[in-house]
């Protein structure tokens, strides 16, 4: 494929990203030429068509009257990983913070892997990601692994009935799909925190 064909087949799925999407080359692996690619997301970026987030992942930018309309640090999380073929899970502050339980924002975004460990930029602000073995990742669902990880950071006693309601109103909003791996999620769970848990999913899934 001539290079001048690839490069416009870049341009041309570019402008059809929505807006706010994040893509990285290896979304135009099918190309077969990924350092053509990146000097073309080099160009468009210079070109001010698209925003690079963070090292090697770009967005079709939301422009508002404010500036560009940034992802989340979870969202870039997420598209690395998928670009890395990882699985990643959020620790502690970061999974607070996701959630809602704490408007404190951890300078750092801390995320086990069972991908390669490593440091992003992001702003200010890093994600790191550290490995762990894989049977740190039974979960099966998405929403119940990171409100256990939340409950963990804060402790069987910090745990207010402000955050109960918030529980309560995510997993009542999730999805069919979520709420058929609560269960298996649950029993991976402290028993203090199934004392917690149950009686919430209860009401949910029945």
């Not at 494929?1 to 990203?17: A, G, L, P």
């Not at 997301?41 to 009257?65: D, H």
């Not at 791996?181 to 848990?197: A, G, Q, R």
Request: zero cysteines; hydrophobic letters at 40%; proline letters at 3%.
């Amino acid at each position: 494929m001539m290079e001048e064909n690839i490069s416009q087949k870049v341009r041309d799925r570019v402008t059809r990203f929505k807006k706010g999407d994040l893509f990285t080359v290896r979304d135009f692996e099918d190309l077969n030429n990924d350092s053509l690619v990146t000097r073309t997301l080099s160009r468009l970026q210079n070109e001010g068509i698209i925003v690079r987030v963070a090292t090697g992942i770009y967005m079709n930018p939301i422009k508002t009257q404010f500036g560009v309309l940034h992802p989340t640090i979870d969202q870039i999380a997420h598209k690395i990983a998928e670009r890395d073929r990882a699985q990643i899970m959020p620790t502690g502050d970061t999974a607070l913070n996701i959630l809602g339980f704490s408007t404190q924002v951890p300078m750092n975004a801390v995320y086990i892997t069972n991908g390669a460990k490593r440091k992003v930029q992001v702003g200010e602000r890093n994600i790191i990601f550290k490995n762990v073995v894989q049977k740190n990742f039974q979960f099966k669902g998405k929403l119940l692994p990171l409100i256990i990880i939340a409950l963990k950071e804060l402790g069987e006693n910090q745990v207010t009935d402000e955050i109960k309601d918030k529980i309560s109103k995510l997993l009542s909003e999730s999805d069919a799909e979520e709420r058929a791996t609560m269960m298996h999620d649950l029993y991976l769970s402290p028993v203090w925190m199934k004392e917690l848990l149950l009686p919430i999913i209860k009401t949910v899934t029945e």
